[in-house]
């Protein structure tokens, strides 16, 4: 693993280059700047997966705080920028069946990394079908603050749709959870969570195990980025934010993770491209 460290916190990212590492990959998240683990210097890992505390859960569910750039559009399973299931997935490389017929990465993107104080870049060029972009992806630590920096370009003659999720996997304490989103922010009635009377997202039932959950949209405000608080079993908290306002934005958890996954829905046209932050600020040990 590559590693960002002071004397608070560890961070622990994927190294794309690694074959080893690569069996931690698969086609659903981003393989550069795949934060894998965050570690307290007092209190040890301060995330989870829907498998956790497993080692090697399979590369679909992963752990910690992976980023996707999506193949097929969200609710519909239109393809993207594939064709005939064959095209690259940005972020991963050349793709089409294997032998079972099943989606896989069949060519990786080749990365530069670059290593400086404080901070991981990781980039990549990537073209097939008439599309290329060039993928640039910084992880950087300050003392208690992780942020993610993404920049897009399309190097390409075609229009790149541009789908892209965040999928963060926060710790549970005792199978619960709260998150307090912006107050202009909504949820509709669901089986799965509640709003306390701070306007936190509650569970309104613990989930049994890593099969037991549930999924929900929240309701953004169009106007609003989003800032949520998480409560978390070692730490007073965690801030997780964005700066830019999601496209939709929906809420999943189990017995062993929850999470909040920003969407970006969007084009970008020949010639163009597009950059966006996330930043995860750990509160001191409780």
Same mark, same amino acid.
């Given at each position: 693993m590559l590693t960002l460290s002071n004397a608070d916190l560890s961070v622990s990212l994927i190294d794309p280059a690694n074959h080893a590492e690569?069996? =931690?990959l698969g086609v659903r998240f981003c393989w550069g700047g795949y934060i894998w683990q965050v570690e307290d210097s007092q209190v040890g890992p301060l995330l989870a997966g829907p498998e956790w505390p497993k080692p090697d859960?399979?590369?679909f569910n992963g752990q910690g705080l992976p980023e996707s750039f999506r193949q097929a559009e969200f609710g519909t399973g239109r393809q993207l920028m594939l064709e005939d299931g064959r095209?690259?997935?940005i972020g991963m490389g050349e793709v089409g069946p294997d032998d079972d017929g099943a989606l896989a990465v069949l060519k990786p993107c080749s990365w530069s990394i670059t290593t400086s104080h404080g901070a991981i870049e990781?980039?990549?060029e990537q073209s097939d079908n008439g599309y290329a972009c060039q993928l640039t992806r910084r992880i950087s630590l300050e003392n208690r603050k992780l942020t993610s920096s993404t920049r897009l370009a399309n190097l390409g003659e075609r229009t790149i749709p541009l789908h892209w999720f965040a999928h963060p996997f926060f710790a =549970?304490?005792?199978? =619960? *959870?709260?998150?307090?989103?912006?107050? +202009?922010w909504d949820m509709a009635e669901n089986?799965?969570?509640e709003f306390d009377e701070d306007h936190r997202i509650?569970?309104?039932?613990?989930f049994r195990d890593e099969f037991d959950g549930h999924f929900e949209q929240l309701i953004v405000d169009p106007q609003t980025p989003l800032r949520s608080t =998480? +409560?978390?079993?070692? *730490?007073t908290e965690v801030t997780f934010s964005t700066d830019f306002v999601p496209s939709t934005c929906p809420i999943w958890g189990n017995a062993k993770t929850w999470s909040i996954e920003p969407y970006m829905a969007t084009e970008l046209a020949p010639g163009a491209d597009h950059s966006w932050q996330l930043a995860y600020e750990f509160g001191p040990v409780a």
């Open positions: 690569r069996e =931690l859960p399979i590369p095209g690259f997935i990781f980039c990549t =549970l304490d005792d199978r =619960l *959870l709260t998150c307090k989103i912006p107050d +202009s089986v799965g969570y509650t569970f309104k039932r613990r =998480l +409560s978390h079993p070692k *730490l």
